[in-house]
């Protein structure tokens, strides 16, 4: 039943989408069947009722002719008058009228179709009679008959000059070929239906290749590159030849996303070694060069400072490295989460308040400070540390900064709000991401790294949590680390 649901509801979306390549083609084939059974339908149609109006007037046309040989044959042993009567009423039928004309429309002679009931009351017979047709053969439409009427001169020897008339009534054929024409038309109708069933069907099947194409590259992750290799036994070549392109740029991408993993390991950890020494160095130098004028103090300050940046950052990049290339073991056990922020709280006014009356500027508060989750301590403080760090560098000095500790649902959450500055609102969805600054001109007057965010969001994904942030410009922001209880 779940399986029957999902295909209705992937069938609707794609009915619903007119761009979708199954729509369109399956909408191509419908409309050339259609234009080609529609077309093919009328003409044969037509054809028939040619075929129908010809043979009525061949046989009008030869019993005209026979009926003039025969009024000149019994001439010759009666009168003419009486020879014309009697032929008549002999070529005629129920479905069969005959009469003749002069040029001045008298009347010579009329067979007895003409005064049957069905014939005068439908008014057939007065119309027949009192309209004149060329010498030839036409199809006329008199109050819903049908009739093929067949008119030609008639040169009998004591008889005026006349023309004689045939009339075929053809109206059962007509409705004949009509309700032919009415089945033929359902039938093509519903050929059609089906040829757009089976054609959906077989186009449905044809595409499954490039939706399981579509599917699988949808799994792929920059983590599992590698693992994800596109294989379509069945499918045509054109789409094999497309999973093949597509698995080579896969493993290209592979490789360069492992280089560029591999460079940022190495690198960094190359990199922190030296400037470690350098920066143990300067800061001893620093602590015991009393004969330092001041500004080589000055100076020497600030490559201290700036060599502990270069340390950090280098360290973080580090971090996320092995956080990518899955060298970064956590270890969940269960953990207090009160005890976790008050020593985050601990390390961030250590790091970054100076005056000892401003350590009482972070307030913890919640209602469930008792709570114990499994997470890694210390990576958990990390976070916290970086988000207090960033709160504190970003509201003024007077203003607190607040941690809440709440449940919600399966959910432990941990709030850090503080009042400063705040984030735009198209910024909040690129802090996150690595390097990226929402006011370039305040990365060194902060002292930031730019990886912060990233790699406190990276642990806390690790951690199975979410970091998300709430801010307003100049109201402050809301960071929430949610973690699974």
Same mark, same amino acid.
């Given at each position: 039943?779940?399986?029957?649901?999902?295909?209705?509801?992937?069938?609707?979306?794609?009915?619903?989408?007119?761009?979708?390549?199954?729509?369109?083609?399956?909408?191509?084939?419908?409309?050339?069947?259609?234009?080609?059974?529609?077309?093919?339908?009328?003409?044969?149609? *037509?054809?028939?009722?040619?075929?129908?109006?010809?043979?009525?007037?061949?046989?009008?046309?030869?019993? $005209?002719?026979?009926?003039?040989?025969?009024?000149?044959?019994?001439?010759?042993?009666?009168?003419?008058?009486?020879?014309?009567?009697?032929?008549?009423?002999?070529?005629?039928?129920?479905?069969?009228?005959?009469?003749?004309?002069?040029?001045?429309?008298?009347?010579?002679?009329?067979?007895?179709?003409?005064?049957?009931? $069905? *014939?005068?009351?439908?008014?057939?017979?007065?119309?027949?009679?009192?309209?004149?047709?060329?010498?030839?053969?036409?199809?006329?439409?008199?109050?819903?008959? *049908?009739?093929?009427?067949?008119?030609?001169?008639?040169?009998?020897?004591?008889?005026?000059?006349?023309?004689?008339?045939?009339?075929? #009534?053809?109206?059962?054929?007509?409705?004949?070929?009509?309700?032919?024409?009415?089945?033929?038309?359902?039938?093509?109708?519903?050929?059609?239906?089906?040829?757009?069933?089976?054609?959906?069907?077989?186009?449905?099947?044809?595409?499954?290749?490039?939706?399981?194409?579509?599917?699988?590259?949808?799994?792929?992750?920059?983590?599992?590159?590698?693992?994800?290799?596109?294989?379509?036994?069945?499918?045509?070549?054109?789409?094999?030849?497309?999973?093949?392109?597509?698995?080579?740029?896969?493993?290209?991408?592979?490789?360069? *996303?492992?280089?560029?993993?591999?460079?940022?390991?190495?690198?960094?950890?190359?990199?922190?070694?030296?400037?470690?020494?350098?920066?143990?160095?300067?800061?001893?130098?620093?602590?015991?060069?009393?004969?330092?004028?001041?500004?080589?103090?000055?100076?020497?300050?600030?490559?201290?400072?700036?060599?502990?940046?270069?340390?950090?950052?280098?360290?973080?990049?580090?971090?996320?490295?092995?956080?990518?290339?899955?060298?970064?073991?956590?270890?969940?056990?269960?953990?207090?989460?009160?005890?976790?922020?008050?020593?985050?709280?601990?390390?961030?006014?250590?790091?970054?308040?100076?005056?000892?009356?401003?350590? $009482?500027?972070?307030?913890?508060?919640?209602?469930?400070?008792?709570?114990?989750?499994?997470?890694?301590?210390?990576?958990?403080?990390?976070?916290?540390?970086?988000?207090? #760090?960033?709160?504190?560098?970003?509201?003024?000095?007077?203003?607190?900064?607040?941690?809440?500790?709440?449940?919600?649902?399966?959910?432990?959450?941990?709030?850090?709000?503080?009042?400063?500055?705040?984030?735009?609102?198209?910024?909040?969805?690129?802090?996150?991401?690595?390097?990226?600054?929402?006011?370039?001109?305040?990365?060194?007057?902060?002292?930031?790294?730019?990886?912060?965010?990233?790699?406190?969001?990276?642990?806390?994904?690790?951690?199975?949590?979410?970091?998300?942030?709430?801010?307003?410009?100049?109201?402050?922001?809301?960071?929430?680390?949610?973690?699974?209880?």
């Amino acid at each position: 039943m779940a399986k029957l649901w999902h295909y209705m509801r992937t069938l609707s979306e794609r009915v619903a989408d007119p761009n979708s390549l199954q729509i369109r083609l399956t909408a191509g084939v419908v409309l050339a069947s259609l234009v080609g059974i529609g077309a093919m339908t009328a003409w044969m149609g *037509w054809r028939t009722q040619q075929i129908l109006v010809e043979r009525h007037r061949q046989s009008a046309a030869l019993l $005209s002719e026979r009926l003039e040989e025969d009024v000149r044959y019994y001439a010759t042993t009666m009168p003419a008058q009486v020879a014309l009567d009697k032929v008549i009423d002999h070529r005629t039928a129920g479905d069969l009228a005959i009469w003749v004309k002069t040029p001045d429309s008298q009347l010579l002679a009329q067979s007895e179709t003409l005064k049957m009931g $069905s *014939w005068q009351a439908s008014g057939v017979a007065q119309t027949l009679l009192q309209n004149s047709t060329d010498v030839g053969t036409a199809v006329l439409a008199v109050n819903g008959w *049908w009739l093929v009427v067949c008119s030609q001169p008639l040169a009998i020897e004591g008889l005026p000059a006349s023309t004689l008339y045939v009339a075929d #009534d053809i109206t059962a054929d007509v409705q004949s070929l009509r309700q032919l024409l009415r089945m033929l038309r359902l039938t093509s109708l519903l050929m059609v239906t089906l040829l757009a069933v089976a054609f959906a069907f077989y186009i449905r099947r044809t595409l499954s290749p490039i939706r399981k194409l579509n599917r699988l590259a949808s799994e792929v992750t920059a983590d599992t590159l590698a693992q994800h290799q596109l294989t379509l036994a069945a499918a045509p070549t054109e789409v094999q030849e497309l999973a093949q392109t597509y698995n080579l740029m896969l493993n290209r991408l592979s490789k360069a *996303w492992a280089q560029q993993k591999r460079f940022f390991n190495d690198m960094s950890h190359e990199l922190r070694t030296p400037l470690s020494l350098v920066q143990g160095y300067v800061e001893s130098t620093l602590r015991r060069g009393d004969n330092l004028t001041p500004p080589q103090r000055e100076g020497l300050t600030i490559v201290a400072n700036e060599t502990r940046r270069t340390v950090h950052l280098l360290t973080q990049l580090l971090d996320l490295a092995r956080l990518d290339n899955g060298q970064m073991p956590l270890t969940l056990a269960p953990t207090a989460l009160k005890e976790v922020v008050k020593d985050a709280i601990t390390i961030a006014e250590t790091d970054y308040l100076q005056n000892p009356e401003d350590l $009482s500027r972070i307030v913890l508060d919640g209602d469930a400070l008792s709570l114990v989750i499994p997470v890694d301590a210390l990576k958990l403080q990390t976070v916290l540390v970086e988000l207090l #760090d960033n709160a504190l560098r970003y509201s003024p000095d007077a203003q607190p900064i607040a941690i809440h500790l709440l449940q919600q649902d399966s959910w432990a959450v941990i709030q850090v709000q503080d009042w400063g500055i705040g984030i735009p609102f198209q910024c909040q969805a690129d802090i996150f991401n690595p390097f990226y600054r929402v006011d370039e001109t305040r990365s060194r007057y902060t002292g930031g790294t730019g990886l912060g965010l990233t790699l406190a969001r990276s642990l806390v994904e690790a951690m199975g949590g979410q970091l998300s942030v709430q801010s307003k410009p100049d109201q402050g922001s809301v960071f929430t680390v949610s973690l699974p209880m």
